[in-house]
């Protein structure tokens, strides 16, 4: 399906943060960030959801591994990224899926298996504290320990270069190529929401949209230049369903939809302000397959090597809902979307009014518990490097 040119935006430059870029644009960015440490209300303790979206995605990424070990002839070192690593024991586990693969592989195949680098990026905010302290538990997932591996941080936003020429064999990123850069330019009179839904204006999407193309086509363009000819890139990221014709449609339990209705609760109640409701956007986007597509196929480095969709329900990411009433499933899922959140909500509204913004979200949870029109998936996209 072609893309309306309308909404073809020109190439952005290649920087990320220009000399001309306000403060308070650039301190929201730094607040685009998981909760850190391990406590209650930390992305460590609420990342199941991402849990399960790595082991739904083992396939692509074993078969991946596999074929760029085999295509690039057994290389005596290789060097991998995982892009938005966040912090936690989530932080390794694709790490360790890849070179348990190359063990087994390198055994099967009898060749030395390669010494590997890894390196872990996220924005400099992330708690990279936290994220080395599971480096004990990344050591034990590694099976059969023939490859040697080192582990470095690269802190920096993955929209910015951050590796040198030619260096990367592998790329992997999860859940976290649907954050934008910023909050999309000239988005206008979305009032009362912090994300597109069907009372946004037509605006509201095609701002949206031109951001992601800027920002996708930024990602790709850098990491072309970085990677070696060749080799791969495995990216899972929250996307929304191809035969929605409606690009502003998202349902009534949708976890944008649900957190825009909590602050309006408590614009009515008199804790928030609604200007401060309305100048608040998410720099977040869900794209259809047709418009990573496009994007991938107008920047021009990448072939598609896979390209899957699969289900996402937010209401099962942290409890076996069998086993748990509607209060407590509705108190996950809002611990859930606390974690990814708090930091930029409390960088905006302050953080006295977290506690009761999130009780708020448990409530409505429960009250769509029954909504099954999902227009949310998750995307499995494998890129080889031409």
Sequence with gaps: MKMDPRFIDTLPSLSYIDDNCDLDEYAFVKALRM???????????????????????????????????????????????E????????????????????????????????????????LPENDFNMTFKSIPFFNKKIKNKLASCFVYGAPGSFYSRLFSRNSLHLIHSSYALHW?????????????????????????????????QKDFTMFLKLRSEEIVSNG????????????????????????????????????????????????????????????????????????????????FDLGYSNCDYNEEDEHEAGQNEANCIRAVSEPMLTAHFGEDIIDTLFDKYAHHVTQHANCRNKTSVSHVLSLIKK
């Design 180 to 212: 934008l850069s910023k909050v999309p330019e000239k988005l206008e009179n979305n009032v009362g929401n912090v994300y597109i839904t069907s009372s946004s204006p037509k605006s509201a999407y095609k701002a949206y949209l031109n951001q992601f």
């Design 83 to 122: 892009l938005g690593c966040s912090s936690g024991e989530n932080t390794f586990l694709a790490v360790s899926e890849i070179i348990n693969t190359i063990n087994v592989l390198c055994q099967h195949v009898n060749e030395n298996p390669p010494e590997i680098d890894c390196c872990l990026n996220d």
């Design 232 to 311: 791969r890139m495995v990216l899972n990221f929250i996307g929304r369903n191809t035969h929605l014709k409606d690009p502003l449609y998202r349902d009534c339990c949708h976890f944008w939809t649900l957190l825009s209705k909590s602050l309006r609760d408590l614009v009515f109640e008199g804790h928030v302000s609604e200007s401060k409701l309305d100048t608040f956007n998410m720099p977040f986007y869900d794209p259809n397959v047709h418009e990573l597509k496009e994007v991938i196929r107008n920047e021009g480095s990448f072939e598609i090597n896979e390209l899957e969709a699969h289900g």
């Design 35 to 81: 909760s850190g440490g391990d406590g209650a209300n930390s992305y460590s303790a609420n990342s199941r959801l991402q849990r399960r979206v790595l082991s739904m995605a083992k396939p692509v990424l074993v078969k991946n591994t596999e074929e760029m070990m085999m295509n690039l002839d057994f290389p005596t070192y290789i060097k991998i990224a």
